[in-house]
């Protein structure tokens, strides 16, 4: 299950996303948390010390080694070179797993230790002031929305991104890539001003979209969210002395989080998990080949010097059967 937080600045994604990774793993999940923010906060909300968040790998510096890997021998794409981040899968390609171990994982993945379990953490790597602004082949998602497009993932199995609510991932398509995806929003009129930005973008591409209170303090403050975004609220979370505790790095087990918050977590995952019923990797299929057609058209023809809509195998179609397919292609010398 693919899972994305998105949400302005400041109104948790980070903290949400950590508690509802944390949340899986305690239930036995299997995840792979992304942190695809620009502000790389996700390693710290999971625990690790500024030395270890430092030194997470960054994906965006592994571009050419994702690319090459998932390329696999498939005779559309002639080279890492020719691919650009909308680039689909075709007969040929290599598929990722979410439990697996692989090149890309390899390179790129960290381990983080919770209660429950160990996950992998993935981080774009920090965004410097040169790559914001500048056109969108530039942008340090790439390697996600490569691993997102690439991914054939099943139930009860979670990739958890942590991501910024931006230009980039409507031009690129990310956003249609999630089974779920939270909108974390404080009860003030700039918090739920992203929700209608991205609402308007979901509704076109029939993305499951559903709001996140967050800092939610009063019966006045549900009420205005309520009013603003409707039935898309789904639950709402009030400060967290757990979450406190964990920022004056003093972490307590995760069993000790405040009961609703608790449950407000588990209501999270039950609509995660009941959106696998709305998978349809046809459209799924579909829609990365739009944007890729869009983004080949747009900067991506004219950047490779190539016609990139040749890369598109029209007979595939992504989907959790592909799995074999993928476990029996080789691995890279
Ligand atoms: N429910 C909560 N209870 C207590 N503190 C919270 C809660 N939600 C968020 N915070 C605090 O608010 C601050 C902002 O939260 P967070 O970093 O998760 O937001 P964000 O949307 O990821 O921000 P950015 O856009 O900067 O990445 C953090 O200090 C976080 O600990
Ligand atoms: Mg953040």
Redesign the pocket.
Known sequence: MKIA?V????????????LFIRHLTARGAPVVAVDA???Q?LGA?LGLDDAEAAALPAMGAHLPLIKEYVRGSNPRITSAEKMIKTTPPGEGSRLLRLQEDNPVYDACAHPVALDGGDIRLLATGPFTESDLGVACYHSKTGAVELLLNHLVDGREEYLVV?M?AGSDSFASGMFTRFDMTFL?AEPTRKGVSVYRQYKDYARDFGVPLRVVG??VQSADDVDFLRQEVGDDLLVT????????A??KGRPLPFAELEED?SRSLAALYETADASYELRDWERYTRQMVHFHLRNAESWGNAKTGADLAAQVDPSFTLSEDRQEAAAAAPQPA
């Open positions: 937080f949400g302005k600045g400041g109104s948790g994604k980070t903290t949400l996303s950590s923010d620009i502000n906060h909300a942590d910024t974390v967050n800092k979370f009030g400060h967290s002395d757990w979450v406190r964990m920022e918050n």
